[in-house]
């Protein structure tokens, strides 16, 4: 027998040793795809936009003095598919190396595409290898090939680190986590509804800003040798327009509640902030199941991630009663997440928050530390009517769970076919809610006058 198992073993370690190999690709024949967009055609195809680090312009690359910065470390490839494999593989026809989605970032759905559904296209993505369970989705509220060719990362050389960035920096502006399992993971177990970020571009700065300086000197070129012919009018009148149509912007609507008090209501390609890269994202797309239904601007999100327990920290603005023309700003932390109550037989749902601050900005000479405790009422008035004044409102205006109260009283159920019956027949837009805020001013922060 002992030598039966010795033969055995030398079979096997030889067959182990034959059938074993290895396969790849050098990086210098690789594309890493950092971003994809997808648009919607007037067939029944995809319009997909890929955008990939140049690796001749990051730090490291060819050139000793190191990486670029702004538009020159990514390039875009588009082209018409029926689903987005098919696109990466025809375009793969078109450049030298080998796209590789291993390291992409965002994808970014136009609007249109969302409003009709993305289920088929996140089921491939999740299928796929290639592509990671954290990667971002986005929402453009114009087309996503527009966004990807608009930005232009002034303060990064690795293009992926750009996009990662902005998009985990979620917990100082107002716009939600978008990442792919959370979504995925809401639209198959059912049990609630997901919020995605909104990718917009400034207003005037059009859909080819990177592509301004690469043009810019063959324009001034064209110009110059065409200015004699044109008339000084003619060429005043012209610049005048294009003044004009740049500087048109989209007018958010400003918060009028004291919360967030005189805070515009910003979503993606609304702000009017002056910057080389035109692209953003702010707001939040509000899905039910796969679809989009609406959308949410800063101040409405930002309320939506206290509710959710998502909020880590970020300034809010106070209106304060005895100086009405100048709020008081504190920078907020959420100190632990929010306790529902939720009663399915008076149909209400009661939710506490625990809001801790520290005072930062208030009119000179306010002495605010001698009524910090009237202060933290009015704060925590303004806190909670906010938020019942939108979770109430939003019930009633979206069919979308989400904040995730399908999972928060799932446990009032002794079986699952209750739970489901409960979640087809009864609605969120029947319960009244009611948010009581516990907030507090650090008093360490404090500066005590006599």
Same mark, same amino acid.
């Given at each position: ?171 100082? $502006? +107002? ?6 399992? =959370?979504?995925?993971?809401? @639209?198959?177990? *059912?049990?609630?509804? %997901?919020? !995605? ?95 989009? $239904? +609406? ?6 999100? =930002?309320?939506?991630?206290? @509710?959710?327990? *998502?909020?880590?920290? %970020?300034? !809010? ?116 809610? %009611? ?16």
């Amino acid at each position: 027998m002992s030598r039966i198992r010795i033969i055995i073993t030398i079979i096997v370690v030889v067959l182990t040793t034959l059938l074993t190999g290895c396969t790849g690709k050098e990086p210098n024949e690789i594309a890493y795809v950092v971003a994809l967009g997808i648009d919607s055609t007037d067939d029944d195809n995809y319009k997909i936009t890929i955008q990939y680090a140049n690796t001749t312009q990051i730090s490291g690359g060819a050139s000793e003095s190191g990486g670029k910065a702004g538009s020159e470390i990514v390039d875009n490839v588009t082209i018409e598919a029926p689903n987005i494999y098919a696109g990466v593989g025809l375009a793969n026809n078109i450049v030298s190396k080998s796209f590789s989605m291993s390291h992409a970032k965002l994808i970014v759905f136009s609007k249109e595409i969302a409003e009709k559904g993305v289920k088929d296209m996140i089921e491939t993505l999740v299928r796929s290898e290639e592509i990671r369970p954290d990667v971002f989705i986005a929402v453009a509220n114009t087309t996503a090939n527009d966004y990807l060719t608009s930005v232009n990362p002034e303060m990064e050389v690795n293009p992926a680190q750009y996009y990662q960035l902005i998009y985990q920096k979620n917990q100082l $502006v +107002g716009i939600p986590d978008g990442q792919l399992r =959370e979504f995925f993971t809401g @639209l198959y177990t *059912d049990n609630y509804d %997901s919020i !995605l970020p909104v990718a917009g571009v400034i207003e005037g700065s059009g859909g080819n800003s990177q592509n301004d300086d690469k043009g810019q000197s063959k324009d001034g070129q064209n110009e110059g040798s065409e200015g004699s012919s044109e008339s000084l009018d003619s060429f005043e009148s012209k610049s005048s327009n294009e003044k004009d149509e740049n500087e048109k912007e989209k007018d958010a609507e400003k918060n009028t509640s004291k919360y967030e008090y005189d805070i515009k209501n910003y979503i993606g390609g609304e702000t009017t902030i002056e910057k080389k890269n035109k692209a953003e994202a702010i707001g939040a797309a509000v899905f039910e199941k796969d679809k989009m $239904v +609406g959308e949410l601007g800063e101040v409405e999100t =930002e309320i939506c991630k206290m @509710l959710k327990g *998502d909020y880590t920290y %970020s300034y !809010l603005t106070y209106y304060n009663n005895d100086t009405p023309d100048i709020p008081i700003t504190v920078k907020t932390t959420q100190q632990k997440k929010p306790k529902y109550k939720i009663d399915t037989d008076k149909k209400t749902v009661d939710i506490e928050l625990y809001i801790e601050s520290d005072l930062y900005s208030l009119p000179a000479d306010y002495n605010v530390e001698n009524k910090i405790e009237d202060f933290e009422r009015d704060v925590a008035n303004y806190t909670s009517s906010a938020c019942t004044e939108f979770i109430n409102n939003f019930t009633k205006k979206y069919n979308s769970d989400i904040l995730k109260l399908n999972e928060k009283v799932k446990y009032k159920f002794l079986t699952n076919n209750q739970y489901n019956w409960f979640k087809k027949n009864v609605g969120w837009s029947e319960y009244k809610f %009611s948010v009581c805020t516990n907030f507090k001013v650090r008093r360490t922060g404090l500066i005590v006058r006599e």
